[in-house]
């Protein structure tokens, strides 16, 4: 039998915030085409991900599960220029 779990979901209103968060810790987010949105962590040190891992995970706990939202999330990094259009310019 399936267990049922109860978890926050991130409110649309709450996404501004998130990606302000997530950009001071040090990660790049951004959006890919009109429906997928991706953190950046690859130019950390071991030592430096291992900080900044404790801070995403605090973030995902504060805001909530973000997968509901996750074309807002999209619409608002196009919004403010972080975004990437595979296929566009010779990227992808």
């Known amino acids: 039998m399936a267990q049922s779990t109860k978890r926050k979901l991130m409110k649309g209103s709450d996404i501004p ?13 951004c959006a890919v085409d009109h429906d997928k949105y ?5 130019d950390l040190s071991p030592d430096e991900y291992e900080k900044v891992r404790r801070k995403l995970d605090k973030i995902e706990d504060n805001y909530g599960d973000r997968e ?7 619409a608002h ?16």
Request: aromatic fraction near 8%; glycine fraction near 14%.
């Open 68 to 74: 509901f939202p996750r074309l807002e999330i999209v």
């Open 17 to 29: 915030a998130f990606v302000d968060e997530i950009v001071e810790t040090g990660c790049d987010i």
């Open 38 to 42: 991706v953190l950046g962590d690859a």
């Open 77 to 92: 990094l196009r919004s403010i220029g972080r975004y990437i259009d595979v296929g566009a310019d010779g990227v992808g």
